[in-house]
């Protein structure tokens, strides 16, 4: 179980497509499918400069096929849980800063980098 209010994280890529790890490894899919859950909050980086560099590195994992990091490794690129994915491709604006050994959901709402734009839930 992941700690926290908030239990999984994505990567808004345009055209109504976000890409994401799953245990299954990295997907692209459809933003209202990734929608239909209980709890979500859509989170906008501060910084808009960086935004076409973090979309081109979540495409470049997705053509790499990066697989899933069920050991919840932070030291190594070479697969990636959903969290850390995310963080990876903003250039790790919150791993310096977790409590933790991994880097949950919930981290990016405790973030400066981050607005929150919209919330369903909590």
């Known amino acids: 179980?992941?700690?926290g209010y908030f239990t999984h994280a994505a990567i808004y890529v345009g055209d109504n497509q976000i890409i994401h790890l799953l245990?299954?490894?990295?997907?692209?899919?459809?933003?209202l499918t990734f929608m239909r859950c209980d709890n979500?909050?859509?989170?906008r980086y501060?910084?808009?400069?960086?935004i076409d560099n973090v979309i081109?590195?979540?495409?470049?994992?997705?053509n790499?096929?990066?697989?899933?990091?069920?050991?919840?490794?932070?030291?190594?690129?070479?697969?990636l849980y959903c969290t850390e994915f995310v963080d990876f491709c903003f250039g790790y604006p919150?791993?310096?800063?977790?409590?933790h050994n991994y880097i949950i959901p919930d981290d990016f709402l405790a973030s400066v980098n981050f607005?929150?734009?919209?919330?369903?839930?909590?």
Request: glycine share 6%; aromatic share 10%.
């Open 56 to 62: 081109k590195k979540a495409y470049e994992q997705l």
């Open 64 to 79: 790499k096929q990066v697989e899933y990091d069920y050991d919840f490794n932070t030291d190594s690129p070479d697969k």
């Open 94 to 99: 919150v791993k310096p800063f977790i409590i």
């Open 40 to 43: 979500i909050v859509v989170l």
């Open 1 to 3: 179980m992941i700690p």
């Open 23 to 31: 245990g299954d490894g990295i997907c692209k899919e459809d933003i």
């Open 46 to 50: 501060k910084d808009q400069s960086v």
């Open 115 to 122: 607005d929150i734009v919209w919330t369903k839930g909590k």
